[in-house]
């Protein structure tokens, strides 16, 4: 049906121009025996029409062309809209896969597909990745430490700074990733803070066993011959965490970052946020670097002078002759005073100096 009506249309399509051009004869003769008039303009504006509308695409045609030009584009963005939906699930669901099974293999392949997506989805899903590899870090650390040996802590030094033994070997320390404030500097008074935070260490693990864990991102001694570790407790505790957690210790990078110090970092700000410690306006007010807070000392008393006794000033009254004419006897005692002895015929010094220690020159009978 559709090929008879195209057949028809292009008769008339075609036909009517020729017709109107070369006025066959029995166009001649309709058009001559016809009361209208108006027939042959009749044929003319049929003609026109068609041919016009040979070249003109139908309205309906228009339309739809118009709309599919603009319902073309929603349709396509859709269609991204929902790919992206299914790419950040399917990211989501290997991520939780990644941490529930320990797996960091698969860190690269979540990353190549975060790319693919706009910067603010890829933001929020990289942090949920770095975390998903932090945890696998931790756990696998804190299994690999609670597998390794235990270690005899010698000497606590300070806050980040102990002595342990090595198969009988006392080996010097430094904690990796913390800084406490000094209290043994040669050079530096006692800062703010320091005996808090080396009594602190010394409650956690002077005298008892820890286990210790080297970090591949760090160099096996520092420039002082130091060891450079992380230490736990027995338990599996890491102690750095804990002191800079509970405000007795600042985080410490030096130049490279370290395993732990995301972990840290954040212990770090949850202190001082909480005003913990060395963060306390009432201690440090986070600033370490001060002297620690010291009694004034008790003013020394002066020294008792020793004054010698003084040398008596008794002067004893003029001798007197005896009743019977004879001089007194006179003896200087051991203390210095003088005695005399009045009453005697004979000379007789005893007892003239009873009290004053005895005797020390005997002058005879003066006047």
């Not at 041919?51 to 584009?73: H, L, R, V, W, Y």
């Not at 991520?95 to 860190?107: G, Y």
């Not at 008074?189 to 066993?209: T, V, Y």
């Amino acid at each position: 049906m559709e090929i008879f009506l195209g057949l028809i249309l292009t008769i008339l399509l075609f036909g009517t121009p020729v017709v109107l051009i070369t006025q066959p004869k029995w166009y001649k003769n309709i058009t001559k025996d016809t009361k209208n008039p108006n027939i042959k303009t009749g044929f003319i504006a049929l003609g026109l029409f068609l041919f016009i509308g040979a070249f003109m695409p139908p309205e309906s045609t228009q339309i739809d062309k118009t709309n599919s030009e603009q319902i073309t584009p929603t349709i396509t963005e859709k269609t991204a809209e929902e790919k992206e939906a299914e790419l950040e699930k399917e990211i989501k669901e290997l991520i939780t896969k990644m941490r529930l099974d320990q797996d960091n293999s698969l860190f690269d392949q979540i990353d190549k597909k975060i790319k693919k997506l706009p910067d603010e989805k890829q933001t929020i899903l990289y942090a949920d990745l770095q975390l998903a590899k932090i945890h696998n870090d931790q756990a696998g650390a804190n299994t690999k430490v609670m597998n390794s040996e235990l270690y005899s802590v010698i000497r606590v030094v300070d806050g980040d700074t102990i002595h342990i033994n090595i198969d009988g070997k006392t080996e010097k320390v430094r904690i990796i990733g913390l800084d406490t404030p000094e209290v043994h500097h040669p050079s530096k008074p006692i800062q703010c803070f320091g005996r808090e935070a080396s009594q602190k260490m010394k409650d956690l693990i002077n005298g008892k066993q820890i286990r210790i864990e080297q970090d591949p991102t760090q160099a096996e001694r520092d420039k002082y011959g130091r060891l450079l570790l992380h230490i736990f407790t027995a338990e599996g505790e890491n102690i750095a965490y804990k002191m800079i957690s509970e405000g007795y210790a600042h985080e410490y990078t030096y130049r490279i970052p370290y395993k732990y110090q995301n972990q840290y970092k954040k212990a770090q700000k949850t202190a001082e946020q909480s005003d913990l410690g060395l963060w306390s306006p009432n201690t440090c007010n986070g600033n370490t670097k001060k002297p620690a807070y010291t009694p004034p000392k008790p003013k020394p008393q002066p020294k008792p002078v020793y004054k010698p006794k003084s040398k008596s000033t008794y002067k004893p009254p003029a001798p007197q002759p005896a009743p019977n004419g004879n001089l007194p006897l006179k003896a200087i005692c051991k203390d210095g005073t003088i005695q005399y002895q009045d009453h005697a015929s004979l000379p007789n010094y005893r007892g003239m100096c009873s009290g004053h220690g005895g005797i020390r020159t005997k002058l005879g009978r003066v006047p």
